[in-house]
């Protein structure tokens, strides 16, 4: 788990900057909120599609 770490984290810090940068563009910062469990779940699937 501790090496996966690395690796999805930095993927995940990716994925949110480029979507802070859309947000900024269109000037929505509170209506693309997401619940925990969404981003949760959108980070185990960006890892396991690196592994797979």
Do not use: W
């Amino acid at each position: 788990m501790r090496c996966m770490n690395g690796i999805y984290v930095y993927v995940h810090h990716n994925h949110y900057g480029e979507r802070a940068r859309e947000r900024e563009n269109e000037g929505e910062k509170k209506k693309e909120r997401k619940s925990k469990r969404e981003r949760k779940r959108e980070r185990l699937f960006l890892a396991k599609a690196i592994f797979l």
